[in-house]
Nanobody
């Protein structure tokens, strides 16, 4: 069974840090791009960051300089290091990974709440 399993969300104070993980399990051919999205209450899901198999990254303007996406290809895992968190970062965070040849997969979502 091919799936994505996320971990690492929680409650943190403004200015704090969290690290999210997303591991792909099962049998598949390849992973090219891995990405993180988020969805805040009443808002559309938005791209936070993405990383290619070669390590190229891009970020939403709102998180540049604060968030870092990375991946461990040997573990089929993508990470999102979130620093200097703000209340507006509060959302459910989802990893998104196309797993060849099966198609696009989403993680189950993990809640990140930034509040004092």
């Amino acid at each position: 069974q091919v799936q994505l399993v996320e971990s690492g969300g929680g409650l943190v104070q403004p200015g704090g840090s969290l690290r999210l993980s997303c591991a792909a399990s099962g049998t598949f051919l390849s992973i090219i791009v891995m990405a993180w999205y988020r969805q805040a209450p009443g808002k559309e899901r938005e791209l936070v960051a993405r990383i290619t198999s070669g390590g190229s990254t891009n970020y939403a303007d709102s998180v540049k300089g604060r968030f870092t996406i990375s991946r461990d290809n040997a573990k089929n895992t993508v990470y999102l290091q979130m620093n200097s968190l703000k209340p507006e970062d509060t959302a459910v965070y989802y990893c998104n990974v196309p797993l060849m040849p099966f198609g696009n997969f989403w993680g189950q979502g993990t809640q990140v709440t930034v509040s004092s």
